[in-house]
């Protein structure tokens, strides 16, 4: 599975973005897909994922403000992103795992593939 992530850029504080992550060599329909973020001098962090059977999760910081969507149709996952402040500004990677624990969404080892990612920048 290759992951390509597309539709970050620079946005001002409270401004949106809407990231896409699209695969190929595979269908998504059966992986869990997440969405991990890692700002200069910062670990990676996981963000938000979907189940294949469309469960979300989402960290605490980025409630109420990103959402998480997928459309196996066209093999994409999207993060749909509102109210950015310069916190959310990172590198944004999306990454598929087949037997992901939901309880461990949030752990980049449970992802098999892994995207290069795309860079955010919200400016204040």
């Known amino acids: 599975v290759q992951l390509v992530e597309s539709g970050g850029g620079l946005v001002q504080s409270g401004g949106s973005l809407r990231l896409s992550c699209a695969a190929s060599?595979?269908?998504?329909?059966?992986?869990?897909i997440g969405w991990f973020r890692q700002a200069p001098g910062k670990a990676r962090e996981a963000v938000s994922s979907?189940?294949?059977?469309?469960?979300?999760h989402y960290r605490d910081p980025v409630k109420g403000r990103f959402t998480i969507s997928r459309d196996n149709a066209k093999s994409t996952v999207y993060l749909q992103m509102q109210s950015l402040t310069p916190e959310d500004t990172a590198v944004y990677s999306c990454?598929?795992?087949?037997?992901?624990?939901?309880?461990?969404?949030?752990?980049?080892?449970?992802?098999?593939?892994w995207g290069q990612g795309t860079q955010v920048t919200v400016s204040s």
């Open positions: 060599g595979s269908a998504l329909d059966d992986y869990t």
């Open positions: 990454a598929a795992g087949l037997s992901v624990y939901e309880g461990a969404w949030f752990v980049g080892r449970e992802y098999d593939y």
């Open positions: 979907i189940t294949s059977a469309g469960v979300t």
